[in-house]
């Protein structure tokens, strides 16, 4: 690296009957930016003993701030929470359901650097975690035996028995946090009833936990437990008929849906939590009994979640071309159990509205919005629109909102810019095509660019190269920003830095410039 010296990236694969890997040791012996030797180590690892199934994937890095400097070199969805995973597991299927049997090691590494503005709370490391989950469904004699109006059921269940020890070593936090020990179980049953137009699903589960902390809680205990019941029922409906939408013959649909919840309430701001995290609300949360994902919070909901989809598919062609949709939540009591700890006494949720269309072959919309019915404002809307009038050529816009939080807007492209595409001209002709791709965002609350990319590619034929210039903000007010040079020879190999990936990435549509090119004889030199 012209800025920071000589380094060594190495990985070894291996394929074997019964396991497969790959491990990468990336070595910078001296960074003259950072002033010492920096590494990172990645494996990933698949495999089997007889009826038991292993996977690991570990990711580790040498300092707090390489996910910054060496950003592409970083696997991790979350580049500052670096995982070291590893799950072994049993599946056994039986006459009347499945048995799956796994235990679990997870230890986190987290970059957390000197800003203290950025600091971010430690995950729980499981060492170990241990469980067993049962799936059934009953057999025919009992199924004969329920006939709830008229129409046989099926009925099915699960159960979770797990233990799992949480720690935080290593960390700042590590002498004030409280780890422990956790026993937990998951169950449910539940009666699905249905047919090609409706579904009826009640259903009862339960949420139980035991803990046994390493520190007393605020209120002097160590041990503690809670029992959590709750039920839904989830109703829906499909109704269609044949329609017309701009003079086209449609098929509409109209799917109304309801989703009620009754979790009582049970006192938890004295239980700890390992693993629990509120879930984003939108279209798929809101049927949901649960605001939370994890184990060790339950919220005490008792609502109903009302909701319709309209959808127009073209008789022709079976594509869906318009969708509309909305839903709101109505809350019979209050509310005590919420993310944010506050009680909501608010009887009616936030409106979500959704919207797609595919009206004309080149232009593609979609958008959501949320919106307070008491306040009148909008909190959350995304709008985007992209149009693709042909072969390697799209343009997206795009503009996302949240209240008091960013708003941001999008421009992305991939466009032909110069000479002849490969498929119009003769073999005979040595000129090759340009073109242009990329994505810029800018916050309009900060007033800056933010995560963009910008790059040329360069089609010969048999070859093609691409560079560009990436631009990634690692802070308030810090970026980084690369230059990517990439050699591709058409159906062999890509040499370089990975542009391909990170366009592909970044620019809603991109489309590979080889991708309609086989490795024939025709292309190669």
């Given at each position: 690296m012209t800025k920071r010296g000589v380094g060594l990236d190495s990985e070894f694969r291996y394929l074997e009957p019964g396991h497969a890997g790959r491990i990468?040791?990336?070595?910078?012996?001296?960074?003259?930016?950072?002033?010492?030797?920096?590494?990172?180590?990645k494996l990933n690892n698949d495999g089997n003993f007889g009826d038991w199934r292993y996977r690991l994937r570990s990711e580790r890095v040498s300092d707090d701030d390489y996910w910054k400097d060496m950003s592409r070199r970083v696997e991790s969805q979350t580049p500052r929470l670096l995982a070291s995973d590893l799950n072994v597991n049993r599946q056994k299927e039986l006459s009347w359901g499945v048995i799956d049997t796994y235990a679990r090691l997870q230890h986190w590494q987290t970059l957390q650097g000197t800003d203290a503005l950025a600091q971010f709370?430690?995950?729980?490391?499981?060492?170990p975690q241990l469980g067993v989950r049962v799936t059934t469904a009953a057999d025919e004699a009992v199924l004969d035996s329920f006939r709830p109006w008229g129409r046989k059921a099926r009925l099915e269940g699960s159960l979770e028995l797990e233990y799992n020890r949480f720690d935080l070593p290593g960390s700042a936090l590590a002498a004030q946090a409280r780890g422990g020990q956790r026993v937990h179980a998951l169950g449910h049953i539940a009666?699905?009833?249905g047919g090609e137009a409706w579904w009826f699903i009640p259903r009862v589960s339960v949420n139980a936990a035991s803990y046994d902390l390493d520190r007393a809680q605020a209120d002097g205990r160590t041990r503690m437990s809670r029992v959590i019941p709750t039920l839904s029922i989830d109703h829906g409906w499909?109704?269609?008929?044949?329609?017309?939408?701009?003079?086209?013959?449609?098929r509409q649909s109209l799917e109304p849906r309801l989703f009620y919840v009754n979790t009582p309430f049970r006192d938890q701001s004295n239980l700890p939590n390992f693993d629990s995290a509120p879930k984003d609300f939108n279209f798929d949360s809101i049927y949901t009994d649960n605001q939370f994902s994890g184990v060790d919070r339950v919220s005490d909901l008792h609502a109903l979640s009302v909701g319709a989809t309209s959808r127009w598919v073209s008789a022709?062609?079976?594509?869906?071309v318009l969708r509309l949709g909305a839903v709101q939540r109505f809350l019979f009591r209050d509310q005590y159990v919420t993310p944010d700890g506050q009680p909501v006494t608010q009887r009616f949720s936030d409106l979500l509205l959704a919207a797609a269309a595919h009206l004309e072959e080149r232009w593609w919309a979609d958008g959501t919005l949320e919106f307070n019915p008491e306040s009148g404002r909008s909190v959350r809307s995304v709008l985007r629109a992209r149009y693709s009038p042909g072969p390697f050529k799209t343009l997206s816009v795009a503009y996302r909102y949240a209240r008091a939080q960013s708003e941001q807007v999008e421009l992305a492209w991939q466009w032909p810019i110069y000479g002849q595409p490969v498929t119009q001209r003769s073999q005979a002709s040595c000129g090759g095509a340009w073109y242009s791709a990329g994505r810029v965002q800018y916050s309009l609350r900060d007033k800056r660019l933010t995560d963009s990319v910008a790059g040329f590619e360069y089609d010969a034929g048999c070859w093609v190269m691409r560079f560009g210039l990436e631009r990634l903000s690692t802070g308030r007010a810090e970026t980084n920003t690369r230059l990517m040079l990439q050699l591709e020879l058409v159906g062999l190999s890509q040499l370089g830095s990975n542009a391909l990936k990170v366009l592909k990435d970044n620019v809603p549509g991109y489309r590979r410039l080889s991708s309609d090119r086989s490795p024939s004889s025709d292309f190669l030199p």
């Open positions: 990468n040791v990336d070595l910078l012996p001296t960074d003259r930016v950072f002033g010492h030797s920096r590494w990172s180590l709370d430690t995950p729980y490391q499981r060492s009666a699905p009833l499909v109704f269609e008929r044949d329609a017309t939408l701009f003079g086209r013959e449609m022709a062609q079976g594509e869906e």
